[in-house]
């Protein structure tokens, strides 16, 4: 172990190593626990659920709120992950200086990643309190919905599965509906 190395790093430690040029834009990583994970190159199925997912938000969501395609959310002392889209409140101009700190609807795209955004990510989004965080799960070609956050427990007391035909309303913007087929990537 490199004793001049943190065992457990702060987020704003992590924030300074980009600020400082130690980790760059082409560094595919994030803070999650304490712990710089790496992250999985974009395979073309993970690419266009990232790809729709913002695009279906965006479209549903319009001023209301700011919809983030893989950017930082500072949620905890220890993680800064980097969610496929989320739909943080306010308008752009406020993030003009610093990273969003909440977020109304976290979502993770998942393939090889799905056992890590069931576990560690949604642990990190409840105990945040983050109100909803959906997976589209590419495996099993639907979409987890997680509600009802339980922050000492780190966990979602509702789950519920969307399905291709289905549609999601946004538990922070009640008026704002998705179809799932617009979030998945088209059958093959």
């Known amino acids: 172990m490199d004793p001049a190395a943190p065992p457990s790093w702060t987020a704003e430690r992590y924030l300074a190593l980009v600020d400082e040029g130690m980790l760059g834009p082409d560094d595919r990583v994030e803070l999650l626990e304490g712990v710089i ?12 659920g990232v790809s729709r997912t913002q695009l279906a938000l965006y479209r549903a969501v319009g001023d209301r709120a700011v919809v983030r395609g893989q950017l930082s ?16 409140p306010g ?14 609807l976290v979502v993770e795209v998942a393939d090889s990643s799905l056992k890590q955004d069931r576990l560690t990510k949604r642990a990190i989004y409840a ?4 109100p ?3 997976i589209v799960n590419l495996p099993d070609d639907c ?4 509600r009802e956050p339980d922050p000492p427990t780190r966990r979602y007391t509702s789950i519920t599965i969307a ?16 179809v799932v087929d617009e979030l998945l990537p088209s059958p093959a």
């Open 37 to 48: 994970v790496s992250m999985a190159p974009h395979d073309v199925p993970h690419a266009a």
């Open 73 to 88: 959310l500072l949620v905890g002392a220890r993680s800064v992950p980097e969610p496929d889209v989320a739909v943080v």
């Open 91 to 104: 308008s752009i101009a406020d993030y003009d200086r610093r990273h969003p700190t909440t977020a109304l």
């Open 127 to 130: 105990a945040a309190a983050i």
């Open 132 to 134: 909803e965080y959906w």
């Open 143 to 146: 979409v987890e919905v997680r």
């Open 163 to 178: 399905r291709r035909g289905d549609t999601i309303a946004l538990a922070a913007l009640p008026d704002v509906r998705v």
